[in-house]
């Protein structure tokens, strides 16, 4: 049986490099493995008003204390001369694609992880990969000379290993680590619990609970303790502490069908009044059922999230509907009513929607109280009015209102302006 090397291959500061690297001036000076020849630029919501949050800071910026999420105003006091820019996410997306295609090329078993991530596998001792770091060089070193953005690998025997070898590429000179098979335990036991990737607020519990300070810990809790807390996640956090993972590199999972949708806007100031978060909430829940409709999907499990002024606090709350559906009428009260369940009056900064528990579209049930059918070519006909002409071509009157955002987002990508 072939043993395959897996690799995560992972992009600094994506955005920000992206920045830097459009800038001739800057790209010009910029060397591989010297962070400190980039400038201090940060890539933030709003320049013109010194507003918003720092999406992406290069690395002579974070060396000042500028962190992402931190407010613009905040980043400005610890560096005054921060060059602050705009996001161009259409020209991150153009630049991610590229990236991709030039992984896929180079190793056939490779899938996309996030905007600026990439798995990838390759048989371990073959003629083509015969060293792993070497392997892991070359891709670093192609990547730096076709787009100059730096990257950071992590190589390992499996997904999850390479992904916590990542984690410390990101904190090592030339940004290449690989834990043979042999070594993975010895370096990932003395590693903290909080140091486990994808166990979120778990790693809290295993400390507190389970007196567990590092991952080695973890390794020695037997897995009917675990089980019996965590559930199924018990089985994946003992695998995990014994450097064990068995899931596989999949080229299309971008083309597989979702299990969920969900949609979220961080407001431009905090809302109080309940009907304007009703109105965000509307556009919101709007933008998902499309995104089922074009899918050909319907969901019955439904949440709704917020984000407090200041972004501090929050909650996140669902519930299962005895129906499936894509049409948001189906869904616009039910939402609410969870809404006003747990709001506590105070100011309103971020809202998210969700639709999961997704069902082919066909499967959809009819209705004595409502046309399905008749619903279902009105919305064939807006869906098809938007896309040919754009999100704002035919809009429900509210989003007219001060409250609305469906204007303002239409000429955003991924909630920042293209």
């Not at 992984?103 to 596998?121: C, H, N």
Request: one cysteine or more; charged letters at 25%; aromatic letters at 10%.
């Amino acid at each position: 049986m072939t043993q395959y090397i897996y690799g995560l291959c992972d992009m600094q500061s994506f955005y920000a490099s992206c920045e830097v690297a459009a800038r001739e001036r800057y790209a010009a000076i910029r060397e591989e493995f010297d962070d400190r020849t980039d400038p201090p630029l940060v890539v933030a919501g709003d320049p013109a008003r010194r507003s918003g949050i720092i999406l992406a800071a290069t690395p002579t910026a974070k060396h000042a204390g500028v962190k992402n999420a931190m407010r613009l105003g905040e980043a400005l006091q610890l560096h005054p001369a921060l060059i602050v820019v705009r996001p161009h996410m259409h020209f991150y997306l153009q630049v991610s694609v590229r990236i991709q295609e030039l992984m896929r090329r180079i190793f056939p078993l490779q899938e996309q992880f996030s905007v600026d991530e990439g798995f990838f596998a390759f048989p371990a001792g073959s003629a083509l990969f015969p060293h792993p770091e070497e392997v892991a060089r070359s891709l670093q070193a192609r990547i730096w000379d076709q787009f100059r953005i730096r990257s950071r690998i992590g190589l390992g025997p499996n997904k999850w290993i390479a992904k916590m070898t990542n984690a410390q590429a990101k904190k090592t000179s030339g940004g290449i680590v690989w834990w043979p098979e042999g070594r993975v335990l010895q370096e990932l036991h003395p590693l903290p619990v909080e140091a486990m990737w994808g166990l979120k607020r778990r790693a809290q519990i295993l400390r507190v609970e389970f007196q567990a300070s590092t991952i080695g810990d973890v390794a020695a809790i037997p897995i009917g303790r675990l089980r019996a807390r965590f559930g199924v996640w018990g089985e994946i956090i003992y695998r995990w502490s014994h450097g064990e993972d068995f899931s596989g590199i999949h080229p299309e999972s971008y083309d597989a069908p979702h299990k969920g949708f969900s949609h979220r806007t961080t407001l431009a100031r905090d809302y109080y009044e309940r009907d304007q978060i009703a109105v965000v909430m509307l556009e919101l829940l709007d933008e998902v059922c499309y995104r089922l409709r074009k899918a050909h999907q319907c969901g019955r499990h439904i949440g709704v999230g917020v984000t407090y002024e200041r972004m501090i606090g929050g909650f996140f709350k669902a519930k299962t509907l005895s129906y499936y559906t894509n049409a948001p009428e189906d869904l616009y009260e039910a939402l609410l009513a969870l809404f006003d369940q747990h709001w506590d009056g105070r100011g309103v900064r971020a809202v998210c929607i969700a639709v999961d528990q997704l069902r082919t579209e066909d499967t959809m049930q009819l209705n004595l109280f409502a046309d399905v059918p008749k619903r279902k070519q009105l919305y064939a006909v807006l869906d098809e009015l938007h896309e040919r002409y754009g999100e704002t071509s035919v809009m429900r009157a509210v989003s007219l209102t001060p409250a609305g955002q469906l204007r303002d987002r239409s000429h955003k990508i991924g909630g920042h302006f293209a």
